[in-house]
């Protein structure tokens, strides 16, 4: 059965510096991999997914993503946070792209970026 | 604004109401699903539909009854509900498995309350 972790309930980071949001999973098949937000009384908007190919994934509003397969990882980056990053990230895996339809949801971290 | 929509935004019922959540989307997609988002629980997933047939129902209370006429359309019809089922209910669509929209697309959510 596939999991996702998000370690971290709550990350805090100062406005202008990088932040890291953390992720790691467990699929019995290949992983798809996406990272999705969500403002305060809004549905979840899609950021960016990992599929093959290049490790490092690029998304929306200058976030990207590192799959690590040997850690079982799909870290959120962003090299300079801005206030309005504030908001509640979700990574989410389904396995075997073609035919699950399944997505399994972290419980998601809150992202606080102060100014 | 992701192409998925949701009425009502907001629902106040007594638990011996009927009322009917509706989701359209407007991209196409053949898969959707219906998601329950209580505070401090990560989200969970009720029902998925794909080419209008059901797919999953992840042991959702008979309480709650979804219905896909097309692959346009998805209701979810709630009766007899409990305090604990005041929740934000999210719909997403999802497009071919593999392709470039194979990601999920959320609506905005209705936020339902009862009494």
């Known amino acids: ?115 | 604004e992701t192409g998925v929509t949701q009425t009502p935004r907001h629902l106040v019922m007594g638990m011996t109401n009927k009322k009917s959540l509706k989701c359209e989307q407007h991209l196409g997609h053949n898969a959707m699903y219906w998601y329950k988002q209580s505070a401090k629980k990560p989200l969970e997933l009720m029902f998925v539909y794909n080419f209008k047939e059901q797919t999953e129902n992840n042991s959702v209370p008979s309480r709650f009854s979804p219905e896909c006429p097309n692959s346009s359309h998805l209701f979810l019809h709630l009766h007899t509900l409990q305090p604990e089922d005041s929740a934000l209910y999210l719909c997403a669509s999802r497009g071919l498995a593999g392709g470039p929209t194979d990601t999920q697309y959320f609506g905005p959510g209705t936020r339902l309350t009862v009494l």
């Open chain 1, 1 to 115: 059965a596939q999991s996702v972790a998000q370690p971290e309930d709550q990350v805090n980071v100062a406005e202008g510096n990088p932040l890291t949001v953390k992720c790691t999973y467990s699929v019995s098949g290949n992983p798809y991999l996406f990272w999705y937000v969500q403002y305060p009384n809004r549905g979840l908007q899609f950021l960016l997914k990992y599929i093959t190919g290049d490790n490092l994934v690029k998304g929306s509003y200058g976030f990207e993503a590192e799959f690590n397969k040997s850690q079982t990882s799909f870290h959120l980056k962003k090299p300079s946070a801005l206030v309005s990053d504030s908001a509640l990230y979700f990574c989410a895996v389904r396995d075997d792209g073609n035919y699950g339809q399944n997505f399994v949801f972290g419980p998601g971290t809150r992202l606080s970026v102060l100014p």
